[in-house]
């Protein structure tokens, strides 16, 4: 992984607007993806594991809501990531330097219009869980008014 860390920061040095945990993060999203479409990376060459712009996305999706739950808008800005479009371009930074392949048929635009983060992170965020709130504030003293 050493040779792949010094990729990033060549990277990082052309393209200084993103962290490099986003590109870690890009990497882990696209394990998560591939696992959730069956796509078993010991089983299958890198063409039959190959997943989309599109499939990538709603795995980040899930992804991210799973590892940073309501903190995913402020984890992804503190990246430098504000639209899915800086996805697009991290993972073709990612292509660029010979750490993920693609096909002729992707491009930079499959990442775009995937969704409005503002609208998947934050307006429709639901906890999961039975947390009862009520409980959980009296048991921090915390009394109904």
């Known amino acids: 992984m050493t040779n792949a860390w010094n990729k990033i920061k060549e990277i990082?040095?052309?393209?200084?607007?993103?962290?490099?945990?986003?590109?870690?993060?890009?990497?882990?999203?696209?394990?998560y993806?591939?696992?959730m479409l069956g796509k078993n990376q010991h089983r299958l060459t890198d063409q039959e594991r190959h997943v989309t712009g599109k499939q990538?996305?709603?795995?980040i999706r899930?992804?991210?809501?799973?590892?940073?739950?309501?903190?995913?808008?402020?984890?992804?800005?503190l990246w430098g990531i504000k639209q899915d479009a800086d996805f697009g371009n991290v993972v073709f930074n990612l292509v660029e330097s010979g750490l993920m392949g693609k096909t002729e048929s992707d491009s930079k635009d499959d990442f775009k219009n995937s969704y409005d983060f503002k609208?998947?992170?934050?307006?429709?965020?639901?906890?999961?869980?039975?947390?009862?709130?009520?409980?959980?504030?009296?048991?921090?003293?915390?009394k109904k008014r």
């Not at 990082?12 to 394990?31: G, H, M, N």
């Not at 990538?56 to 795995?59: F, S, V, W």
């Not at 307006?123 to 504030?137: A, M, P, T, V, Y």
Request: net charge negative; charged share 25%; hydrophobic share 45%.
């Open 12 to 31: 990082i040095k052309k393209d200084p607007r993103y962290s490099p945990v986003a590109y870690q993060f890009v990497f882990e999203a696209l394990d």
């Open 62 to 77: 899930q992804y991210a809501l799973k590892q940073f739950g309501y903190m995913v808008l402020t984890v992804f800005e």
């Open 56 to 59: 990538l996305m709603e795995g």
């Open 119 to 142: 609208k998947v992170f934050d307006e429709e965020f639901k906890l999961d869980g039975k947390c009862d709130i009520q409980l959980s504030l009296n048991a921090l003293g915390i």
């Open 33 to 35: 993806t591939a696992n």
